[in-house]
């Protein structure tokens, strides 16, 4: 039935933050024209969580009725992934670890930032 997702990042400095998922990150692009960039992602899955209580996303709500999400890039192993991204320049917080996952978090040129978590939870990846 579905073919893919398509995820929507706003920024306040999209040109940035795209020429940092392009050549820090490395995520493989087509060119729509106009530097409008669109971007292969890791593998993904989805989950729904409440608006309410301690993990609530800052902000809250939702905007003209579409779904509010945040974006938590996973890995394998932490320690490697932020390794891998201290070399080419990218500071985490020391991570936690939360029942579900070890996290941490990065920023991107923006001010915005993605989540970054080695799970320890079931996941479906491989589904």
């Given at each position: 039935m579905f073919t893919g997702a398509h995820l929507l990042f706003y920024s306040a400095d999209p040109d940035a933050d795209r020429a940092f998922l392009?050549?820090?990150l490395?995520?493989?692009?087509v060119d729509t024209g106009h530097n409008w960039l669109i971007f292969q992602l890791p593998t993904a899955e989805g989950a729904m969580h409440?608006?309410?209580g301690p993990n609530q996303p800052a902000g809250g709500g939702t905007d003209a009725g579409y779904m509010l999400a945040t974006c938590w890039l996973m890995c394998g192993d932490l320690a490697v992934t932020r390794a891998e991204l201290a070399a080419k320049g990218v500071t985490t917080p020391e991570p936690q670890t939360e029942r579900w996952g070890i996290v941490t978090s990065f920023p991107l040129p923006s001010g915005a930032k993605?989540?970054?978590y080695q799970p320890l939870h079931a996941t479906a990846l491989e589904l």
């Open positions: 392009k050549d820090v490395g995520f493989k692009y409440p608006l309410e993605f989540g970054l």
